[in-house]
């Protein structure tokens, strides 16, 4: 069976298209002309402008240094042709470093992009059942049902939650605090208002928060109370299948929200 | 004696001069307002409104008298003791708060309230909330009981189910106790569009 996703497209889908698009208008021009100047240069003012733009949302430094890095290496690789300063010898050190950049924060730039992914198929599963669009949209948390779990149980449900990416998990005195986001990025650790977050407390009460930026990100106003309360029936579930030693359920369940 | 009264005992009591003009009321048998003016260097309009203040609360009494055709007021203590007894639970806004709490609410389509959590505790510190339009629009923070704090938390959401005051009480573990503050906050939200009564 094949269902549509009812959220918006990630931004970062556009990356392959335009990736393609480039290098084609590249060999095009290449051929034409011999070297691909305009492509070159529209292709690194993509990358600068990707990284802008994620930078704006994820607010994590690494988009906008990689995407100036990898833009102007873009526009380095053409420019050298036209700038007497510029050459292959301060093209190599650009392109060296750029790559050592992309090394070194591959954990924060692939870490993001995971949760991300597994922030969309969360939402993709509790929006499965909201057939309702009266949007009804409150910052407040849904106080979403009374459980039992011991803290050992719900500490260890952060924890294989959190080693998966599927969230980034706090744990608190008090609370332990599931987060997720498809905007700011959970690893910049925001404040909690500005991200979605499952949190259970230690008398077993289990609420949930939908930023605003995630709840636009459907393309209906779906309503608000129901899908709060079928993300909790997620997170009850998953949790569910924790204690019972069922892990790998978890991600069945999960992958299956991939569309 | 009322908690208006009180006030404006109270108001009156705190003046500087007003043991000065008492001590005169205790030592004279009666006085005017002249007179006490200029024993005390007062305004004579001041010493004139204490005194028909202090008349109008019944601790004074007045009576008309002429000198030279010219008609003036004399005042006389009525009592020599003043008993300031208040009772406050006259002001306890509902008495018979059960018949309120019947009445159904959930949260309003578009309030732009803003309530703050208390860390991760579930319930919320205090709620933001709007007032004014245009430039004069400014906002205004109420800082929240544990028990007010709690029973929002389980506000229905603005597309959900009513519930009664009384449910969502009983939801968020809040005690009957608590009925009078639960729904003095009701009642204050209400009044800014932030809770929608069935």
Known sequence: ?????????????????????????????????????????????????????????TKLITYLMLGLLFGTGTWHSMARFFV??????????????????????????????????????????????????????TDRPYSACKTEYTREEIRGFARFMGGKEIVKSIVQEKAVVLAFSMGISPLKEPDLQQISYVSFDNEGNISVHISEYDYNRFKQELTFDQLCASLGDVFMRFLEYYKKGLEGRIIIELKSGAK | MDFETAAKLGAYFSKDYAEEVFRLLVNYKDISASEVASRLNLHIQTAQDFLEAMTSLGILIKKEVYEKKRPYFRYS?????????????????????????????????????????????????????????GRDRKERKINLTIPQGKFLFHLPFPTAEFLTIAEIMQKSGVHKIHSPEILDIVELLENYGVIKVK
């Open chain 1, 1 to 57: 069976m094949i269902r549509k996703s009812k959220l918006r497209g990630p931004i970062g889908r556009v990356g392959p298209y335009a990736v393609t698009v480039f290098i084609s208008l590249g060999l095009i021009e290449a051929v034409i002309t011999g070297k691909p100047p305009y492509s070159a240069f529209a292709f690194g003012g993509f990358f600068i402008v990707l990284g802008i733009v994620e930078y704006h949302r």
């Open chain 1, 84 to 137: 007497s300063f510029l050459s292959l010898e301060t093209y190599i050190p650009h392109v060296i470093v750029s790559l050592g950049a992309l090394v070194l924060t591959w954990p924060v730039f692939y870490g993001n992009e995971k949760l991300e992914s597994n922030a969309r198929k969360l939402f993709n599963l509790a929006s499965e059942h909201v057939h309702e669009a009266s949007n009804g949209f």
């Open chain 2, 77 to 133: 203590l009525k009592k020599k003791k003043i008993a300031m007894d208040i009772d406050l639970a006259s002001l306890l806004k509902q008495k018979q708060p059960e018949g309120k709490l019947s009445k159904k609410i959930r949260e309003s389509k578009d309030s732009e309230a803003r309530f703050t959590t208390a860390r991760y505790d579930p319930y919320f510190s205090s709620v933001v909330i709007w007032i004014g339009e």
